[in-house]
């Protein structure tokens, strides 16, 4: 009888060895979620093409709004607010960047519906992870 306690106290030792409990704080949950995301989320060439997408973007847009400064032009759109579309948080631009630029890629380069849907996920998982 006291060599099986011994055995299931011995184990009980192993096994809290093997995953230490950790105060859960919000930074911790947090540190485990973001890794557990890394690990289990999304497949890295997934996660490769939204941050392309995300980067090509960024270039499209300061390229945009270099243009509608250097010209001066005035069409309803705030070039000021433009310029700000993916810095932050979503703005009322947002969706009108987003539009230009799927346009752009879509409709000027004739690029498939895939390229859409993918630079639309890439921004819903970017503003999902915000939250």
Known sequence: MVQKAKVQKAKAQKSKAKSPFIQPTTANLIATRDAALCNFGRAPATTEAYSGY??????????????????????????????????????KMTVTALGLYISQKCFTEELGLSTASGIQSAFATLYDQQQ
């Open 54 to 91: 995300l980067k090509r973007t960024q270039k499209f847009l300061a390229a945009l709004v270099a243009h509608r400064r250097a010209n001066q032009i005035i069409d309803g759109l705030d070039t000021n607010l433009l310029a700000k579309v993916f810095s932050d948080t979503p703005n």
